[in-house]
């Protein structure tokens, strides 16, 4: 069961997601407020797994909300303005609700935290996918698929084969998301996957057509793979 609460200051845009939650069997929706700052409150002494939240606020935004929180759950953004579906995605949102919104459109994105909130895997093991944020939506990819992962800017480039996924994060968040033994960081802005390596040499190493390079930082982790029988 995946546990909610609901903040918007109009009372009507709360029941309409009282009324879409008590439709979806695995959402249990603990509290609404149209106060932001009860909420708050409510939040420090009762941790949940999603929040429904509100952009346009009286007294807080509620972006600024999300960045008070010490304790970031997962968030879909609600608002009756689309200029800020940008600005809720680039808080790392699981979805932006414009409204007014259907229950299809809801169910949606409440399968698509449930879809997160099962990524971490009880005993500690990793899935054998990820879903990375690309534009608007969840991009599944397999960690099989993985060629190896660029850092372009403020994007990763996830390189699969013939096609490639473009994800806003950091290479540092991407290495924390996959699992230990299958992938190595060879640069500041490279990590490959260490199945796909065909040949290595002194400063550079070849996966599929592409050479990526070899830093010097990581040089000794590169010797103790060449290793390996």
């Not at 970031?72 to 680039?90: D, L, N, Q, R, W």
């Not at 290479?171 to 990590?191: D, K, N, Y």
């Not at 550079?204 to 592409?210: C, K, P, T």
Request: glycine share 4%.
């Amino acid at each position: 069961m995946m546990t909610a609460i609901a903040i918007d200051d109009e009372p009507i845009a709360l029941d309409v997601v009282r009324s879409h939650a008590a439709k979806v069997p695995f959402l249990d929706l603990q509290a609404t407020f149209t106060n932001a700052f009860e909420a708050m409150d409510y939040l420090q002494q009762h941790p949940i797994d999603l929040l429904f939240l509100d952009i346009k606020m009286p007294d807080i935004s509620g972006i600024e909300f999300f960045r008070s929180l010490s304790k970031k759950p997962m968030t879909i953004f609600t608002t009756a303005y689309s200029e800020h579906a940008v600005a809720g995605f680039e808080l790392d949102a699981v979805d932006y609700l414009l409204k007014p919104f259907s229950l299809a459109r809801f169910l949606k994105a409440c399968n698509k935290a449930q879809e997160w909130q099962q990524l971490p895997r009880a005993n500690g093991t990793k899935p054998g996918y990820l879903f990375v944020k690309t534009g608007y939506d969840q991009v599944r990819v397999d960690f099989e698929d993985i060629d190896y992962l660029e850092a372009t800017g403020n994007y990763v480039n996830f390189a699969l084969g013939d096609r490639h996924v473009l994800s806003r994060m950091t290479i540092t968040e991407c290495e924390a998301l996959l699992p230990p033994g299958q992938f190595i960081r060879v640069h500041r802005s490279f990590i490959v996957s260490i199945d796909k390596v065909e040949k290595i040499e002194r400063h550079q190493l070849a996966v599929g057509s592409s050479i990526l390079p070899i830093g010097a930082s990581y040089l000794a982790a590169i010797k103790q793979l060449s290793a390996k029988p």
